[in-house]
Structures are given as structure tokens and as C-alpha cells.
């Protein structure tokens, strides 16, 4: 596993720390493909039941590598064009993650940082992160990660933030409803286990399908959804999953879940 993704097992979850801190955690062509390598590992080990990135050092991840985007200008056009496509691709795998991903942003999340964090399902912020798209204050727009930012940021703010490059601290990310708690500082390691420990306790299966689901169900008209929805009940109430919980609700236990290996289903 290349060493721009520091990977660190922590009881079930895997988490995955972007390793740079020293130019604060780029996302780039190669980080990108390191990170979707380390995704897809902890995806198909059926002891992983949830993944969380963070960054090394004092930043979450600055966003491209602007050393290589100075360089676009010599290279020729469809070189340029296929520049982003491991990053296209990260996006693409989220989409249809198999198990919980919950970002743990530990500093600075800015440009496709603040993209890589919107595409988790679950974004705890440390009272020093910020979050920023400052692309336009450089000539560029925040292209790819409008694809997830504009189903977790009101529309009307997630532009003037594209628009201005205006950055906001950790408590109005919460109030917008992009981050889901906030947390001191020396506490972002505690609140990400306490995350692991409750996604550990519910269905592997409920959460892999719910999650396809979810995000299926999410961009359909509500019609549409609600028909869609009695039909993909139905791995739910046919499977072992619903059973074994029923059971142990009323026998008053912990489910046994089974463990399963995505990597084996179509």
C-alpha cells in the first residue's frame, strides 16, 4: 500500500489518514488512486464494518496540488482533461460505498478537501477545522465536488461559498448541516471510535443495502421513491439480518451478525 495513505485498524473500523502533512495532505492523481486502493481493501475485509479518513498533521486535506495545476498550461489538453480522473473515480466509488464512511476533520478542509469530506457519509469536525472553496480566487471553479456538496449544503450557500472562496469554521458547518458534530480538538480520535462502536452494534447488511439505497431513493421524485421503496424493502424482510434482530430484540441480547464479504456479491 503506498505510503501517501497511512492506514491504521482501530477495533472494526479502518482508518485511513491522508499522509502529506507536510503540504498538508494534497488530493491529487496519486493520493487520489492511494486512497481508492486503501477504500476498496477495507471495503471487501469483512472485519472492517466502517472506514475513516483524516489527516496527518494539522490540516485535513488543502484540496489539489496547485505545483501540478501551474503546470497545465504546457501539457496538452487531453492530458489535462484526464488530469482529475482518479479523483472523478473516488468520487464515483463513494457513491456506492459499501459500508459507513465518516470523515474526521482535524484542520483545514478546503478546495476537494472539503470535497473529500462531503462525500462521507458522517463528517466530524474538530473546533479548529475550517472549510473553504477558494478556487475561485484562482482562476478555477469547484467543478467535481459540486456532484456531493449539492446534496449535504443548501444550494443558495454552497454557491456563495464557491463564489466568494470565503472560508467557515466548524460550528457553521454544523449549522448549515454539512458537519454532523463538533468536537474539541483532543477529543476527534474519542468521538471517532464512539462512531466505529455504534456502527459496529447495527446490520452490516441493513447499512450496505440501506446505503445504496438511500442515496438511489434520495434523487428520485418522492413518487417514484415511495414505489421504489415497497419493492427494495423486500431483501430487507426476506433476509437473515431482520430475523436474527427480531430474535434478539426479544430475547433481549446483542444480534450475532454474520459477517459478509461485499467483494463475493453482485
Known sequence: MSDLVRIERRGSMEVLVLNRPGER??????????????????FEDPAVRSVGITGAGDAFCAGGDLRQMARFRE???????AWPQAIVDLHK???????????????????GGMGLAGMCDIVI?????????????LGLFPMIIVAHLAR??????????????????????????????????AGLDDALAEYAAKLEKVSPV??????KTFTLLADMPASQALDAAQFLNLPFFLG???????DAFF??????WIPTDPSTEQ
Not at 159 to 165: K, P, S, V
Request: glycine share 6%; hydrophobic share 45%.
Open 75 to 81: 501539457i496538452p489538453v487531453e492530458e489535462a482533461y
Open 206 to 211: 441493513a447499512l450496505r443495502l440501506g446505503r
Open 93 to 111: 466509488d463513494m457513491l456506492d460505498a459499501p459500508k459507513p464512511v465518516v470523515a474526521a476533520v482535524n484542520g483545514p478542509a478546503f478546495a
Open 125 to 137: 469536525a474538530s473546533d479548529r477545522a475550517s472549510f473553504a472553496m477558494p478556487e475561485a480566487k
Open 25 to 42: 495532505n494534497p488530493l491529487d492523481r496519486e493520493s487520489s488512486s492511494a486512497l481508492r486502493a486503501a477504500l476498496h481493501a477495507a
Open 152 to 185: 449535504s449544503i443548501p444550494r443558495k450557500v454552497l454557491l456563495e461559498m464557491m463564489m466568494t472562496g470565503d472560508a467557515i469554521d466548524a460550528a457553521e458547518a454544523h449549522r448549515i448541516g454539512f458537519a454532523n458534530r463538533v468536537v474539541p480538538a
Open 251 to 256: 430475547g433481549k441480547r446483542r444480534p450475532s
Open 240 to 246: 437473515t439480518d431482520l430475523a436474527e434482530g427480531v
